[in-house]
């Protein structure tokens, strides 16, 4: 029993030496994932150890100090999901037939007072303008209307006499009705004169006193709409509310002018609801109407705003897509629908609005075009890649390359470029470089001479073998 004991005990001893002496032999397949983190500098003139070397001359030692010269940016990456984008230009413009609005005077007269400067901001209901009313029509229908009534007073007391007398028996039932179609032909005359009035831009209480017989003589134009109470404005920042916010754009009339009917007053502009107006080649024309149609989230970057100033702006869809080119720029154009926003302050006790978007404002739209992603062995499943600026690239003929720093030194690794624009390069996640490498961010065309320099001089490289101790 004894001797099975000891036997035990030297094949487990046995079985976790060999385990330490695997792990060891291959740490360095297994330690950069266990433990990810930055190697620690090597002394002065030594090569950091545990690591095998590749090619003489894909390598470069930096002192503490080059490094620090360089600004180099160093960190591990994790893939994501990244999609091929085209830039389209674009300007921000008014909705046609939506915000521009003209006021017209529904009545000839002349004006008296105008309430609204150019500038000011106004809501349905507010008033614009008075008008001294001069047209001999307007004054007639008031008196026709008046007089209407009055016999409509008239013919309801005599029909209820005349129905008071039939019921009596001392008059034909006849009279009744015909005293009823009296009564009826004068109520339409007052509804008819009623409505006119209405029509010419008179309040019911004026139509009301019109029909006692006084006389209107004064109109004020109004905002047309309904009006609604103001929403949406919290410490001085608002998006756009039910209540249409309007500018009076521009004045066509001064005080003492006679205006016609229909000659326009002023000019009201919404400024709440906009378009951003893409122009784009024909040649895009097929991945817009894919975005169009799948109703695929568009960036847009406006120009001239300062960061932080204003919340992010959601990402826009596109509405609707022009069918015409235009045969001098060869563009055709579309449009995405755009919610302004706004900043209150006050001026001689009016609210006045500071809008965000204002119409011939450049815009750059940023369209997703195309999901870069490579596939597994088993053709299905997607493997994302790696996003790096274009700094931590650089390119010698076919072979684009990236620095993996360890330590002091910085190994140049060739990988496979799926997609390259002014700001990202978009690397194949394909095992050239992983996520236990630390990538070098910036200056891979800086660290890229050095290693020339280097290789021409001899100096600064490993040599090609690993450190096994």
Known sequence: MRITKVIVWVIALAAVAGVAVGGYATRDRWVPYV???????????????????GKHDDRVRLTPQAQANLGLEVSQLQPREYWRTMLIPGMVVDRPGESDQAVPSKVAGVVTDIWAKPGRTVRAGDPLF???????????????????????????????????????????GAEVTK????????????????????????????????????VIT???????????????????????????????KGLKVERGHQVQAGQTLCILADHQKLFVEGQAFKSEAAALDLAAENKVPIRAEFADETPGVWPTQEPLVIEHLLNEVDPTT?????????????????????P???????????????????????????????????????????????????????????????VRVLHEDSTDVVIANDGSITMADFV??????????????????????????????
Do not use: C
């Open 35 to 53: 433990f990810p983190t930055k190697p620690e500098e090597s002394a002065e003139g030594e090569e950091p150890h545990g690591h095998t070397h």
């Open 130 to 172: 008075t008008i001294q009313l001069v047209s001999e029509f307007v004054q007639s229908t008031q008196r026709e209307l008046a007089k209407s009534a009055t016999d409509l007073g008239f013919a309801l007391v005599e029909r209820d006499r005349v129905a008071s007398l039939v019921a009596a028996g001392t008059t034909a």
């Open 179 to 214: 005293a009823q179609n009296v009564v009826d032909r004068l109520t339409t005359q007052v509804n008819g004169y009623r409505r006119q009035l209405q029509l010419f831009g008179f309040t019911l209480a004026q139509v009301d006193a019109a029909e006692k017989g006084e």
């Open 218 to 248: 004064e109109l004020v134009i109004r905002v047309p709409g309904r009006p609604v109470a103001l929403s949406g404005v919290a410490g001085g920042l608002g998006l756009v509310s039910s209540d249409p916010l309007l500018e009076v």
């Open 330 to 350: 060869r563009t055709f154009a579309f449009h995405l629908p755009l919610m302004n926003q706004y900043r209150t302050f006050l001026r001689d006790g009016h």
């Open 352 to 414: 006045h609005f500071a809008w965000r978007y204002r119409p011939g404002q450049r815009v750059r739209l940023i369209v997703s075009v195309e999901k870069l992603v490579t596939l597994a062995p088993d053709g299905k499943t997607e493997i994302l890649p790696f996003v790096l600026s274009v700094g931590a690239v650089v390119r010698e003929g076919p072979e684009a390359f990236v620095f993996v720093q360890n330590g002091d030194y910085f190994v140049r690794k060739p």
């Open 440 to 469: 070098v961010k910036n200056q891979a065309a800086a660290l890229n001479r050095a290693l020339k320099t280097a290789a021409a001089s001899g100096e600064g490289h490993g040599h090609g073998h690993s450190h096994d101790h």
